[in-house]
């Protein structure tokens, strides 16, 4: 700590411990929703970053509902129904 303040950090992780830690799909970008068709290349597009608090949301709905539209939401978006490293936060 430094004049009362607490000293954030970081640490940089490859994409296999990001895929982990978000709960994607391994062809998935962590921060956007940018199809799988369209990683590495000169994006032609701006894609919206992900949501993950409407991803907890969505995933509480179907663990109620068990509404197949909902799973096939998250396969659309490339993200696994679970928890992740954001659940909780906002």
């Not at 490859?14 to 895929?19: A, I, R, S």
């Not at 062809?27 to 956007?32: D, L, R």
Request: with cysteine.
């Amino acid at each position: 700590m430094r004049l009362g303040f607490p000293i954030l950090s970081a640490w940089i992780a490859d994409h296999v411990e990001h895929t982990t830690l978000h709960g994607i799909a391994s062809n998935s970008c962590s921060k956007c929703v940018v199809p799988a068709t369209e990683l590495g290349q000169d994006p032609q597009n701006t894609y919206e970053p992900r949501d993950y608090a409407h991803y907890a949301r969505r995933t509480t709905e179907y663990k109620q509902t068990q509404a197949t539209h909902i799973a096939d939401y998250f396969h659309q978006v490339g993200v696994k129904i679970d928890r992740n490293v954001f659940s909780g936060l906002y």
